[in-house]
């Protein structure tokens, strides 16, 4: 059966059942017979029914988390057999990135990427932001990098305060690092740390840092352009010279505020016009959806087009001229993880 003469209807997920057998299949629907499928045109059915049901929210919610790095990084405490750096003594910028349990971006006892290296060992996030964070949120398993400021040790402040940050339910762990400087590759590093519990988003958690090092350059004192280490991993550095057994530092999150987002889902307002359409796909009521991408795939669950969307504006108009004419599911992406779906006839 062509999957075409089916109308996507089963993207009626209320009326719509779905029996799987050993060689065969039963597509069910209320005014039609039981029809076979075969598998191949089943594999068809089965990416477009769990892509749908993939967007379909329940009570999900958005938190705003506030962050408060303080500062225990000493020549007391942290100078073991060398010389605590002077006024060049600082952490680098702090930045992280929220996301879910399908990627890890730093790990003791395993190498560090080039984006942890450039930062234990410079304090360069680029390659962090640009590949690590950035591929983790094409596979939809990051929501967004954040960079929260670096502190140098002879501000008046022994803070870095990060305000305002919005985590989608969708991608709850946080991640955090920052160089130790100067040195060869020591830093702070924040694995993973879950926002949730029970169902609930926790109200504040407050943890010790200590320091580690990230395995790609060699150096006891706090000195930069070290010989490069091979095969290294990362290790921690609790106990071991210029470092005692005490933190180097604290972290204290604490949640904000809470909202559904069943209160903030502008993205279900987006207009789509014309559908069908011949050439020209129009999309209005933009501002305010934080509306992040277009994406559209075939019956196959090809991914046929995505269209980036620029910040503050209301209409967008989308070129779909060399599509083969068919039938098309159209996903909408927001900034936040939301996503809305609908089916799209391209004549």
């Given at each position: ?31 039609l ?61 702090l ?17 560090a ?60 762990l ?9 040195s ?8 993973g ?60 999150i ?5 909202l ?31 509306l ?51 089916k799209?006839?391209?004549?």
């Amino acid at each position: 059966m062509d999957l075409a003469m089916l109308d996507l209807k089963i993207l009626d997920v209320k009326s719509t059942i779905i029996f799987e057998n050993v060689s065969f299949v039963y597509f069910l629907r209320p005014k039609l017979n039981y029809q076979y499928i075969n598998n191949y045109t089943m594999k068809k059915i089965t990416f477009l029914y769990f892509l749908f049901l993939s967007v379909i929210s329940f009570a999900q919610s958005v938190a705003t988390y506030n962050i408060e790095f303080t500062n225990y990084w000493n020549a007391t405490n942290h100078s073991e057999n060398t010389t605590f750096p002077g006024s060049n003594a600082h952490w680098s910028p702090l930045v992280g990135v929220n996301h879910n349990s399908n990627v890890t971006f730093v790990a003791m006892g395993a190498a560090a990427t080039t984006g942890v290296e450039n930062i234990a060992e410079t304090g360069s996030f680029s390659a962090f932001q640009n590949t690590d964070v950035q591929n983790a949120i094409t596979a939809n398993n990051a929501q967004q990098f954040f960079n929260a400021g670096d502190l140098f040790l002879n501000e008046a402040t022994d803070k870095i305060i990060f305000n305002g940050l919005e985590v989608n339910e969708n991608f709850p762990l946080l991640t955090m690092l920052s160089m130790i400087a100067p040195s060869p590759d020591w830093m702070i590093a924040v694995n993973g740390l879950e926002l949730r519990e029970a169902g609930s988003w926790k109200t504040s958690i407050t943890m010790d840092l200590f320091p580690y090092d990230a395995g790609t350059e060699d150096g006891t004192t706090y000195s930069l352009a070290n010989p490069a280490t091979t095969g290294g991993v990362v290790t921690s550095l609790a106990g071991t010279d210029p470092f005692d057994n005490t933190r180097v530092a604290q972290l204290t999150i604490t949640l904000a505020s809470v909202l559904s987002t069943d209160d903030t889902r502008t993205i279900e307002k987006i207009t789509v016009f014309p559908n069908p359409v011949t050439d020209k796909l129009s999309l209005t009521n933009i501002q305010n959806s934080n509306l992040k991408s277009i994406e559209i795939y075939n019956v196959l669950g090809k991914l046929d087009r995505t269209v980036f969307v620029k910040n503050n504006v209301n209409t967008l108009d989308v070129d779909v001229s060399n599509l083969t004419s068919g039938v098309y599911l159209l996903k909408l992406n927001n900034e936040e993880g939301n996503s809305k779906i609908q089916k799209l006839i391209v004549q």
